[in-house]
């Protein structure tokens, strides 16, 4: 049963037979931040066993996405995972920064996977809060990484591209500039333990606003 719903799972997030290439330039400039970010700041990523492809998708709510090839992963146990690229995002000019921010956000999502958490993922991505509080989680580990200033960049980019309702839903499932700032601004104020212990604080039960990332550090900081 648990390998049914895993590979349901998987179904709906992927169109395996239906995957267009990218062209060669767009995929050896995602690929090479890829490599650059295995090596410095995504190492779970770096084993030799480990491959990543890139593919191209067309939906224009996503820019990117993160993914696995459901049958070597489940039937012959390989590391192989994926990540689509929307090509607007080259069309429209991102900004390295940003491009840069994107992707340590989509491979904080295939180190998950790679820490066989598939499932667990799997279930919170079909569950509309616990998604929302998952890809959260997941912005404030792209700002642990160190990826604060990218990820904003990213944002601002993103945002110009949306339409008035697609901005709202954004601004609810992730992070917003706003409480990135606020995130970075008070870990700086914070000893070594402390902004550890604050970082497990907030990654354990994510704020879903900046009004609840302000009344938590308040509850954080009085015990």
């Known amino acids: ?37 295995k090596k410095s700041t995504h190492q779970k990523l770096g084993s030799k066993n480990l491959t990543m492809d890139f593919y191209r998708i067309d939906n224009p709510n996503y820019f990117m996405e993160s993914n696995f090839h459901i049958f070597p992963r489940l039937i012959l146990g390989k590391k192989k995972y994926k990540i689509g690229v929307n090509p607007l995002i080259f069309e429209e000019d991102i900004p390295r920064d940003a491009l840069l921010g994107v992707m340590a956000h989509e491979l904080i999502h295939t180190e998950d996977y790679e820490d066989k958490k598939v499932l667990s993922v799997g279930l919170r991505l079909l569950r509309k809060k616990s998604k929302r509080r998952y890809e959260r989680s997941t912005d404030l580990r792209v700002v642990f990484k160190g990826f604060g200033h990218h990820l904003i960049q990213y944002k601002l980019w993103q945002y110009s591209l949306l339409t008035p309702e697609s901005l709202a839903k954004k601004k609810k499932e992730y ?6 700032n606020f995130v970075r601004d008070t870990l700086e104020t914070l000893s070594f333990d ?28 009085k015990d």
């Open 1 to 37: 049963m648990k390998k049914f719903s895993l590979i349901l799972f998987s179904l709906l997030l992927t169109k395996l037979c239906l995957a267009a290439p990218l062209s060669p330039e767009h995929e050896e400039r995602v690929r090479s931040i890829y490599n650059y970010m």
């Open 175 to 180: 992070l917003t500039p706003s409480e990135i």
């Open 194 to 221: 402390k902004r550890e212990a604050l970082k497990k604080y907030w990654i354990k039960k994510t704020p879903l606003n900046l009004k609840e990332f302000k009344q938590s550090l308040q509850h954080f900081l």
